[in-house]
């Protein structure tokens, strides 16, 4: 996993709440057994026409779409970003299509999780300071944003300065990159004793001898 | 009893570090596997409890025919399932693949074979793990990285949830309303403290209308949990649970039977126990529920209408059912039950149980499917289809203008061929009624088995409480 300490960049805006990972990747793409090459898939539906003589062709007025956003590496977003399936392919596709950050007021549960082992940052906000965000990107799509994962701070040249929570261990896994199985392995001689000491428990086994 | 069950598997709390909890079985499908599995190939490191892992297939397979799906057309589906049987060979999982009589969708099949018991912790690489936890199991979803961590360690690092009691009463021992299920319950409380309202938290369900509820039923119950963003679902377990466990295959026999449900029943809530939040749901008000928008939040009863622009609760909010509108082509203050029906979907990990296709068939039984109306049921596993086929439903489906289709997810996320058409309407008693879910453009509305039934009979949205059963 990348290490990230310091980010700034432009942000694209997606002023909705409870962007759930069905739009994030539609499932036709879930079919592949590879781990990359999603990025083409992020957004899939909303990036184009639905309906009408143009279905099918890119929508100019998605924001991804729109070059003044190209390269933005910060997503921002409203309320229980990233609900719904537990299908780590939509942390695939926001990072493999460049983003390194998320900023919302919340994250849904797994999607948080998947983010967290794909180096991707998300930054909770009030909603209050999430919306002066939204509305200075949307105004100007050079707007630049900063995030200090040292510092916990996200900020930019026009004086905005917020503080987001972020659980220590986390935040010292995407500082330095870190591959959790092997964190985990640390610990194996507890593990070992935990399995030792617990092998009479069949009530808890899937599939116990007496079965 | 989440507090008894997660300290039971605490291997150790790292200083500074997420707790490292034990997993006691790891359910495996096509799906969500196989970057999991080339992490271990890529890595050198084995998969350490073999024993404690069991696949099926059931995302992507066809359920047209048998025939259809021992080879896939569709190439790249095809591949996944090709690889998950490497997978498993290589690895030495058990796989329950598409001609085993065994074989249905992940969540149907733990508790059939008598896999899920009470107090285990269990994960899948599927959000709707968590109907294990209907058990008084431990039960969620992960992602791909976490499919892999366990599969190298049989642990999760995990930060411990907070805990949330939903009580839900019921009439006279622990009774529903006519017409009312537990999907209307799950219904009625993602609508109560919407789809991010339990993030955080691990739900436990208790009160007397959940007592009375049959395991089919808890099992709806917590398998939405995730809808309403909760971690986890619990329903403590009780001779309701063991009942149903007893005499599975993976059922533990004779004395150590017994012992194991002394340990089960060791897990039941303390009285008095505390929680970090608690919400009372009185189940005597409740009539049946219908979705009408883009969230499983955005529901409302059949006796109600489409709401409008005011009774969203924030501006946020309000610009989501600006857009549920235009998607679902509805206007605010139509009546539900004007709503008119393209197809109709019976199945999924949420609805697809024996007890679900027998209160189906109860409605259908006499009747006919509307005009053009596309219906068709899709039994969660195997075993269902087998027991329903027994039991003649399939033929009261059939004849009633119904297709019955093989096991798998079909038409709950669209995976395999089984999809809407861009603006068809579906009443589905599946569990997400998200843009597109159930193919691009498609329009869910989510609801019980039986007012599924109604709507396929009738062509539109049907209060079933004023149902005239024929048989």
Known sequence: ???????????????????????????????????????????????RIQEGPDAGKPDPGFVLNKPDYSGAQILLAERNFGCGSSREHAAWAIAQFGFRAVIAPSFADIF????????????????????????????????????????????????????????????????????????????????????????????LDPKPQNA | MFEKVWQQHVVTEPAGEPTILYIDLQLVHEVTSPQAFEGLRLSGRPLRHPERHVATVDHNVPTTSVA??????????????????????????ELFDVQDADQGIVHMIGPELGLTKPGMTIVCGDSHTS???????????????????????????QSKPKSFLI???????????????????????????????????????????????????????????IEAGARAGMIAPDETTFAYLNGHRFSPKGAAWDESVAHWRSLVTDPGASYDRELHIDATRLAPSVTWGTSPGMVTSIDASVPSLDQARTEADQKSFSRAYEYMGLRPGTPIQEIKVDAVFLGSCTNGRIEDLRAAAKVVNGYHVAGAVRAMVVPGSQAVKRQAEAEGLDRIFKSAGFEWREPGCSMCLGMNPDILSPGERCASTSNRNFEGRQGRGGRTHLLSPAMAAAAAITGHFTDVRTWNFKA
């Open chain 2, 68 to 93: 259809d799906r021992l080879v896939i057309a569709d190439q790249i589906a095809n591949a996944q399932v090709s690889a998950l049987r490497k997978n498993c060979a290589d690895f030495g999982i």
């Open chain 2, 131 to 157: 109907t294990h936890g209907a058990f008084g199991a431990l039960a969620f979803g992960i992602g791909t990285s976490e499919v892999e961590h366990v599969m190298a360690t049989q642990t999760l690092p």
């Open chain 1, 112 to 203: 948080f999780s998947n983010a967290g082992k794909n180096g991707i940052i998300l930054a909770a906000l009030s909603e209050a300071e999430v919306q002066t965000l939204l509305q200075r990107s949307t105004a100007n799509p050079k707007h630049r944003i900063t995030i200090n994962l040292e510092a916990q701070t996200v900020s930019d040249d026009q004086g905005f300065l917020a503080n987001f929570p972020i659980d220590p261990f986390r935040k010292h896994c995407l500082l330095n990159g870190l591959d959790d199985i092997g964190l985990t392995l640390l610990h194996e001689d507890k593990l070992n004793a935990f399995e030792s000491q617990r092998r009479h428990a069949f009530w």
């Open chain 1, 1 to 47: 996993m990348q290490s990230i300490k310091i980010l700034t960049s432009t942000a694209a805006p997606l002023p909705l709440p409870n962007i759930d990972t069905d739009q994030i990747i539609p499932k036709q793409f879930l079919k592949r057994i590879e781990r990359t090459g999603y990025e083409d898939f992020l957004f899939y539906d909303w990036r």
């Open chain 2, 167 to 225: 009580q839900v009463e019921g009439g006279p021992n622990g009774s529903l309303p006519a017409g009312v299920t537990a999907k209307d319950i799950i219904l009625e409380i993602i609508g109560r403290i919407g789809t991010d309202g339990a993030t955080g938290y691990v739900i436990e369900y208790a009160g007397s209308a959940i007592r009375a509820l049959s395991m089919e039923g808890r099992m709806t119950v917590c398998n939405m949990s």
